[in-house]
Each structure stands twice: as C-alpha cells, then as structure tokens.
C-alpha cells in the first residue's frame, strides 16, 4: 500500500489519509459491511484498502477522469481485488444504480455532496450508512472566508451547507469526527 501512498503524494491525488481510511475499514470490520458504493475511485487507493479486509466484501466504485480510472484498474489488479472491484467510468451524476449497498462512501467532488446524498440514498438498505470524507476540507472551513481564493470560497461554502444539511436532515442522523480531514457517519432516523 506504499506504493500507492507515495505515488499519490507524488502527483497531488487526495487520497485518503491514514487515520481516516483505518476509521473507514474498522468500520466495515465491525458492522460487518458486504456491499459498498464509492463515489471517487481516483487510483482506488481506498477501494483496495477496503476490498483487502475480506474476500467476501464487494465494492461498486465510480470514477470521472479517464487518468484516474486507468490508474484504478491497473492497481485493483496487481493487487488482486479486480473481481471484488467494479469501477465504473463515469460522473457519478449519470449513474443511476438498481442494487442496495450497506455503505456508501462519498469522496468525490465536494461541491456536489448534497446532490450525490439526494441521488443514492435509494440506493442505501435500510440499516446501511453513509460515510462522507473531506468535511474539513484541510482546516479552511475554519478560516475567515475572505481570505480564500475564489475557487476555494466556493468549496468551503458548499461543504459548510453539506454539513448544515447533514445536521437538519429529518431523514438522516449525523455523527460528525475529527479524523483524517473530518469523516461524517449518516444513518436512518429509526421511524
Ligand atoms: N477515494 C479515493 C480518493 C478520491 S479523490 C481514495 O481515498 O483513495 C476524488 C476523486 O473523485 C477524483 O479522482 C475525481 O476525479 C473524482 N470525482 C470528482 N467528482 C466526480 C464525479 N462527479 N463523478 C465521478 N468521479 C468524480
Ligand atoms: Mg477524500
């Protein structure tokens, strides 16, 4: 797993960081997830990581960028876990998925978050979770927002409405934590 770790320090790919991808897998580990939606494959450095608790664990990973989906395939397969792996090669806003997972990971692009909770909670089975990387967004969400460049102002703004959405969501509750750059955790209300 070095490897990929170095590779993506090398090429700016945002991986996710040690702690958060432990949390991530001792997670699976303890609830016993089978099925798992990955919205961002970028080298499949999570996807693998989670592919390799058990053989048993399956993962439909969706990925945008054409480099990236390249760079995924090759890496589920010198790691082995190609027939655990489906990456599918496109914006995750035009896929629509039939199957239930138990857990859905979104790791894409964060100014789509709420749109991508909207579009695949369907997807969910009713005791599954949904699991949401980046919400610090590399501590920005706490500094003064005029002091942040356009691009990223943007990005903090839509993070900071995911977060407010997460915490009024009638549906959903949220448990936030200070792990990796801020993971949620959202599960069914119990009616
Ligand atoms: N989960 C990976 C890191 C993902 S980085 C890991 O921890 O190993 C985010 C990735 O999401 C990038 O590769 C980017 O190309 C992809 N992405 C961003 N928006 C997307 C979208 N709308 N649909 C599919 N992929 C997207
Ligand atoms: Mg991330």
């Given at each position: 797993m070095e490897r990929l770790e170095e590779y993506a320090l090398k090429n700016n790919v945002p991986i996710m960081q040690k702690d958060g991808i432990n949390f991530l897998c001792d997670y699976i580990k303890k609830h016993k997830v089978k099925k798992i939606l990955e919205l961002g494959t970028a080298i499949g450095y999570s996807a693998i990581n989670m592919a390799k608790i058990d053989s048993s664990i399956k993962i439909t990973t969706i990925e945008r960028n054409s480099d990236m989906y390249k760079i995924a395939l090759e890496n589920i397969k010198n790691y082995q876990v190609d027939k655990q792996i489906d990456i599918i090669f496109k914006d995750a806003k035009e896929v629509d998925l039939k199957d239930k997972y138990d857990l859905i990971f979104i790791d894409a692009a964060k100014a789509q978050y709420i749109s991508f909770f909207e579009k695949f909670k369907?997807?969910?089975?009713?005791?599954g979770v949904i699991i949401s990387d980046n919400l610090d967004f590399h501590g920005t969400?706490?500094?003064?927002?005029?002091?942040?460049?356009k691009g990223l102002k943007g990005i903090v703004k839509k993070l900071k409405a995911y977060i407010k959405f997460l915490k009024e969501n009638p549906e959903f509750e949220t448990k936030f934590y200070k792990i990796g750059d801020g993971i949620s955790v959202s599960k069914r209300r119990l009616k």
């Open positions: 369907k997807n969910l089975n009713d005791d969400l706490l500094l003064d927002e005029d002091k942040l460049t």
